[in-house]
């Protein structure tokens, strides 16, 4: 089993920053991919980034490519999603989630999500 818990939403003014922090618990962190994504009100879920177990090969949703950064630290257990020059279509709850075996963008995949943190970009 594994747990994880979210960090670092709030609310920002469009072009800001925020990063967000995935807390696990459990020894195999290290073994998983990890993923973020995001739901914004009446929107269907959405894939935002993800990382492989090691950290060597990460993805992108092509609408946060080159604004948001997804990385980790094993040693932390923890991974983080760096979102640069927000705008308010960012504007979401941001869940990161769990694969034993999967890194990438479908939902299906991951194993373990956690409660989500709420993040608002305002115009």
């Known amino acids: 089993q594994v747990q994880l818990v979210e960090s670092g939403g709030g609310l920002v003014q469009a072009g800001g920053s925020l990063r967000l922090s995935c807390a696990a618990s459990?020894?195999?962190?290290?073994?998983?991919?990890m993923g973020w994504f995001r739901q914004g009100p009446g929107q269907e879920r959405e894939f935002v980034a993800a990382?492989?177990?090691?950290?060597?090969?990460?993805y992108y949703a092509d609408s946060v490519k080159g604004r948001f950064t997804i990385s980790r630290d094993n040693a932390k257990n923890t991974v983080y999603l760096q979102m640069n020059s927000l705008k308010p279509e960012d504007t979401a709850v941001y869940h990161c989630?769990?694969?034993?075996?999967?890194?990438?963008?479908?939902?299906?995949?991951?194993?373990?999500w956690g409660q989500g943190t709420q993040v608002t970009v305002s115009s």
């Open positions: 459990g020894r195999t962190f290290s073994s998983y991919g």
């Open positions: 990382i492989s177990w090691s950290g060597g090969i990460t």
């Open positions: 989630a769990a694969s034993t075996y999967y890194s990438g963008s479908l939902y299906q995949k991951y194993d373990y």
